[in-house]
């Protein structure tokens, strides 16, 4: 009875993984705009006539339905609600990516609307935007603020002064923009038109999005920790063919 009367019908949610779960079962890891992230079990999914079986797909905005009280649900049903183009060529792979950042950066059923919205939005970008790249630094820099790590780039930690254009700077995790004399031996600079063009969520121009690259590497490098994204890893290995 716990399991009926913890039912939830028809949110809207994004597959950010699936697992195989014993002979004919998956695991999905989703992503719902009301209840945040959460797994599901899809029982009999991999069976040849599952309903299920060609819905449960990554970047498919879909109305999920589950009960139980678990930490891991039960799939009810699950509805494709269309209205967003496919993803293809490095666009998809951009997409891993964002799936593997919301992963292992999002806590458990934490309710995080706007970032749903942002997810949403950046898929929209990736599909139908040729400026991929930018697509992917917005979205890390909204992600950061949706969880609580916001960055502020226009002003500088210690003064709270205007960032300055034509100053050269460093970033300091947990301290934010310092001017580059004062960041100590081996510091990356960043230019100070870089970080403005950054706070206004504008890449561009191709040094901003060279600087914003280098720079979101090194913070969320900071909030991930020593095991590297597999995504990344492809990205590398795909560049060097």
Request: aromatic share 8%; charged share 25%; with cysteine.
């Amino acid at each position: 009875m716990g399991a009926i009367r913890s039912r939830v019908e028809g949110q809207e949610s994004f597959v950010l993984q699936l697992h195989p779960f014993r002979e004919t079962s998956l695991v999905a890891e989703v992503f719902s705009r009301t209840h945040g992230r959460l797994a599901l079990v899809a029982r009999g999914a991999r069976r040849p006539h599952s309903a299920l079986r060609g819905l449960l797909m990554e970047f498919r905005p879909l109305a999920l339905s589950w009960f139980g009280a678990g930490e891991v649900k039960t799939l009810a049903r699950a509805e494709w609600m269309g209205g967003h183009a496919p993803l293809a060529g490095r666009g998809l792979l951009f997409g891993y990516y964002l799936n593997e950042l919301l992963l292992r950066l999002m806590p458990r059923e934490a309710p995080h609307p706007e970032l749903f919205d942002h997810y949403a939005h950046a898929l929209d970008e990736l599909a139908r935007s040729g400026a991929a790249e930018g697509a992917l630094r917005r979205f890390e820099l909204r992600m950061l603020r949706s969880l609580g790590w916001g960055l502020t780039l226009d002003r500088e930690a210690l003064t709270e002064e205007a960032v300055r254009p034509r100053c050269e700077y460093a970033f300091v995790i947990e301290r934010g923009v310092v001017p580059l004399a004062g960041a100590g031996a081996g510091a990356a600079a960043v230019s100070g038109e870089a970080l403005l063009a950054m706070a206004r969520e504008d890449f561009s121009d191709p040094r901003t999005l060279s600087e914003g690259k280098a720079l979101m590497r090194q913070v969320l490098g900071h909030y991930l920790g020593e095991r590297p994204l597999n995504t990344r890893r492809v990205f590398m290995e795909l560049s060097e063919l």
